[in-house]
């Protein structure tokens, strides 16, 4: 796994993110964007559905910008990784991250039509949706202490 992973950091892509004066911290100005993007997008959702205001025109306007903060930080995300992938994939906080990234994804991928779901499981999906996705931003964050 480290050999692979050391082939990964020594691709072109990796050694110029490295080098870069620009483009590592543009990429990583992209990642928080896509961060601010999702939470800025699920938390207000995850509420309005909570209280059982709109729920329909509500996810309908605002999982698009979820979505597309979701793959703009992973893509970025991605590509920090690169820069030191030994070192990321070493890390408790970095594999704790991704599980429960893994677990907020799947929790949004079983609930495509929330709305046409049951009042109590819309608020099972809400509330672990409102842990998850926050718990995703805390283990990224503590990356860089631990």
Known sequence: MTETLSLLEATALAQHLKVSRWTYPLVNAGHILGIALLIGAVVPMDLRILRGINVARTVALLRPFAVAGLLLAMTCGLMLFIVQPVDYAASPWFRAKLVLLALAIGNAVLHPRIADHPLSRQR????????????????????AYG
């Open 124 to 143: 099972v999906a809400v509330v672990l949706s409102l842990a998850l996705w926050p718990s995703v931003l805390i283990a990224g964050r503590m990356i």
